[in-house]
């Protein structure tokens, strides 16, 4: 008996250091987690003019802390994806502690840049590295995007597509808007 809770908790934390390790791996290869610093937040937010009920994705939502404010302050509806496990555990955690809004959000964890169609958005923000951008661009491509959808990426723009507006923010970074027919084709 006693060997064998020796040996479950041998495995609980290999696999704990193995989430980790593979987070770290995820952080260093594609985009760290980094949260939107705090002291935009609700500035990024009233300029992508979030209304009540709007559905809003985030494209690596990291703890889902843009997502829990966005719902919190505006009441719409978060979806985002993560594909970091230390991300999507602690998002979780959060959620936790947040009861009157986490029905309103929803973290996936998945890579989104393989998944086969995303979910409908009135809205999409990111923010994520310049290397991680061009694969966003590339799997927005992809998509058949309702061309009323605005994008919204912090910090850093997408390649190959001109911004409708480029907002130049307290910090001194830029909001990089952009209209979806930016990405269809035809």
């Not at 290397?131 to 997408?158: G, H, Q, T, W």
């Amino acid at each position: 008996m006693e060997q064998g809770i020796y040996v479950a908790i041998i495995i609980v934390l290999t696999l704990a250091l193995l989430g980790v390790f593979i987070s770290l791996l995820i952080s260093l290869l594609l985009a760290p987690i980094v949260s939107t610093p705090k002291n935009i937040r609700s500035e990024i937010m009233e300029k992508m003019d979030l209304k009540k009920g709007e559905i809003l994705l985030d494209l690596g939502s990291g703890y889902g802390i843009f997502l829990i404010e966005a719902a919190k302050k505006y009441g719409v509806k978060g979806f985002g994806y993560e594909i970091s496990p230390a991300g999507i555990f602690i998002s979780r955690i959060i959620k936790l502690f947040k009861p009157r809004i986490r029905k309103n959000i929803v973290i996936v964890p998945k890579n989104f840049l393989e998944r086969s169609n995303l979910p409908v958005a009135d809205k999409i923000y990111c923010f994520l590295s310049s290397k991680a951008m061009k694969s966003v661009y590339k799997r927005l491509l992809k998509e058949e995007i309702d061309e009323n959808i605005k994008i919204y990426s912090y910090r850093y723009p997408f390649p190959e597509v001109r911004e409708k507006k480029k907002e130049k923010l307290s910090d001194n970074n830029y909001l990089y808007i952009y209209d979806a027919k930016s990405f269809n084709r035809g």
